[in-house]
């Protein structure tokens, strides 16, 4: 049993109500009609909190699907800089600068997938001694690209690691419908590599799970399979009305399991957190995230920005596309 | 200068470049110890070795994706699609995020990949072996589409297509293969990417085509100019990035142009050519462009083959309509 130490435990929770904090400000901006569409993170944050926790940013890739920017604080803060430049639609938002080993958000679900597993493998192939865990969810388990991706993995014994937030939705499809089998879990077996389900609302568990699937892919010993069950408190996103179809019986027990409040009893029976703390988090939450957005709305865009970075080099054709754009922002000035 | 077929020049090219640069590796289905179904990847397994040269299981998709990844990591893959019509199962990989990760990170990662596929018909494969995908793959922004036409270029392509640092889909023609054979020079050849070939001279009409089509419509000019014709070729050999300057000369010089091509004529790439000829060289135009291409159906079985793709005869009589317009 590898347990996270008192020290990891209260700075999880640090980033926990971090993230709720900041995907809560989103929301409202998102609703004043100041940034874009917001997936909210509210029921996810010990799951992607503690995953993080267990990884060693200086050599370990994150890969996510699109949820989880706002709980990777231990990847640094420009993780959610880029968030909001990506959120309002500035391209720069895509570039996450080196050497910070998150890739930018996937919409194209579970593609990342493959990409999660040819990194591991170039990794392995330049003695890099790093792992790379990528987010996906219980929706996105039904993609090919999932099976085939686990599939490869499972062949190389790549030192990858799958985590699959199963939050019960995949927008308004409950995992009933998702799959037959009995637990996402489950799948690993057709990979040949470990599947364990493991409790998404507590801290401890994920990051033993990780953990130890991170010690096996660095032994050599391949990928792993982990599900992290929880709730999705929150709904998809800001396009997205939850009441038309989540049971308000099941949304109000799971708010029983309510994560970060299951961290915060914890930690303030063991004398490690209380109320001023969290009021401390909080403010400095929001005080990162405005500033952030304040960056973002201010980031300088170039003209022809639009054309830059598709290719390494302008074709013929290209430059003229550029001069000709150039021409047109010209004239409607 | 050895002459060889256009297999041998693309093995000679992949090993030379595995050697040159010890980031590129060959991933694809068969490519390691049975050195390709077509032989393309001979030798490569027992030269470089398990880690560089892998035999994948059988998943297109994951072939495609993997690459991203590796590109990532800082390799240069060299991805096999055992046939060009395979690649509809990676399409999404191809398409959706192989040609996108340089925009989509804004330059921070160099998708230096190459993904080699044999295509085209004439060898009387089974379904969805022969599809012309060109047009299709060239209008994947991000993406640049190679074509040789002769082994001297698919050398020097291959070899310029590997050291890119962007996305290239290298197509190959099936039928060329074993049948195309011409010089190649030895040691470092490289054919830049973005430049056309004058197959053939002349000033009387030019038949612009790519890939296998050019030994079509070398056939062609060779055909008539016994009858005091002087029909130029024109071979683009890269798609994306397209050298328009070449087309624009060889139509200001000629007037008159035929387009040949493969695959389904609805929206392939021979009509971007006809609106390239349009938009560069209208006035130089003394008859209307003509296309050359398959038909709008999929493509067929064997038996059918040989009415789809465009013969010397179907280019040859395109070629007569054009120059019988006063």
């Known amino acids: ?333 | 200068m050895t002459e060889l077929n256009m297999l041998e020049a693309i093995n000679e090219s992949l090993h030379a470049e595995m050697a040159r640069d010890e980031r590129v590796v060959v991933l694809g289905e068969d490519v390691g110890r049975n050195g390709g179904v077509f032989r393309a990847t001979e030798g490569l397994y027992e030269k470089f070795g398990e880690r560089r040269v892998y035999d994948s299981p059988l998943s297109e998709g994951v072939i495609a994706g993997a690459t991203v990844g590796l590109a990532i990591a800082g390799l240069v893959p060299v991805a096999e699609m055992q046939f060009l019509g395979f690649a509809y199962q990676a399409m999404h990989q191809i398409a959706g995020q192989v040609a996108r990760l340089r925009y989509r990170t804004q330059g921070r990662f160099d998708p230096a990949i190459t993904i080699r596929a044999p295509f085209g018909g004439g060898v009387r494969t089974p379904e969805l072996h022969s599809d012309s995908l060109e047009g299709q793959l060239a209008n994947i922004a991000g993406l640049k589409v190679v074509a040789p036409a002769t082994a001297a270029d698919a050398k020097g392509l291959l070899a310029s297509a590997i050291r890119d640092p962007d996305p290239v889909m290298f197509l190959e023609p099936l039928r060329g293969y074993r049948g195309i054979r011409d010089e190649v020079p030895e040691g470092e050849h490289l054919v830049p990417l973005g430049s056309a070939r004058t197959a053939r001279p002349g000033d009387d009409l030019v038949i612009i085509a790519w890939s296998h089509q050019v030994e079509m419509a070398c056939r062609v000019s060779d055909r008539l100019a016994g009858e005091g014709l002087s029909i130029r070729v024109l071979d683009l050999r890269s798609l994306v990035p397209l050298d328009v300057a070449a087309i624009a000369e060889a139509v200001d010089a000629c007037g008159r142009v035929v387009v040949s091509e493969e695959a389904v004529q609805t929206g392939g790439f021979g009509g971007e050519i006809v609106a390239t000829v349009v938009e560069e060289s209208f006035w130089s135009l003394e008859a209307p462009v003509v296309r050359v291409s398959g038909y709008d159906v999929p493509y067929p079985v064997g038996m059918l083959e040989d009415r789809y793709i465009p013969d010397e005869d179907r280019i040859a009589a395109a070629v007569r309509r054009v120059l019988e317009v006063a």
């Open chain 1, 1 to 333: 049993m590898t347990r996270p130490s008192d020290g990891q435990r209260r700075q999880m929770l640090v980033d926990m109500v971090s993230a709720r904090t900041q995907s809560q400000r989103m929301w409202n901006l998102q609703r004043q009609g100041q940034i874009g569409t917001v997936a909210p993170i509210d029921g996810h944050e010990a799951t992607i909190v503690a995953a993080a926790h267990a990884l060693d940013p200086a050599h370990d890739w994150v890969v996510p699907q699109y949820r989880e920017p706002l709980a990777l604080r231990r990847y640094g803060p420009e993780v959610l800089e880029q968030f909001l430049l990506y959120n309002i639609g500035h391209p720069a938002g895509g570039h996450i600068p080196a050497p910070i080993r998150v890739l930018p958000n996937q919409i194209s679900l579970a593609t990342q997938l493959p990409h999660a597993v040819g990194l591991a493998w170039g990794m392995t192939l330049q003695d890099d001694p790093g792992v790379v865990l990528a987010f996906f969810g219980d929706g996105s388990s039904s993609q090919g690209d999932f099976y085939e991706a686990g599939n490869l993995a499972g062949v190389l014994k790549a030192p990858v690691i799958f985590l699959c937030v199963n939050n019960q939705w995949a927008i308004s499809t409950p995992v009933h419908l998702q799959t037959a089998a009995e637990s996402f879990a489950a799948k690993a077996a057709a990979f040949g590599i470990p599947g364990v389900k493991v409790d998404g609302n507590d801290v401890d568990a994920v990051y033993e799970a990780v953990h130890g699937a991170r010690e096996r892919a660095r032994s050599g010993l391949g990928a792993t399979l982990i599900e992290a069950a929880l709730y999705r408190l929150g709904a998809h996103t800001t396009a997205d009305d939850p009441t038309r179809y989540v049971p308000a019986e099941d949304l109000a027990a799971a708010r029983r399991n309510d994560p970060i409040a299951i961290l915060r009893s914890r930690l303030e029976a063991e004398g490690l957190w209380d109320a001023a703390t969290q009021s401390e988090v909080e403010s400095a939450a929001l005080t990162a995230v405005d500033a952030a957005h304040e960056r973002a709305r201010t980031m300088p865009l170039a003209p022809d920005a639009l054309l830059d970075h598709c290719v390494s080099e302008d074709s013929p054709r290209l430059a003229r596309q550029r001069l000709a754009l150039l021409a047109e922002v010209e004239g409607t000035r």
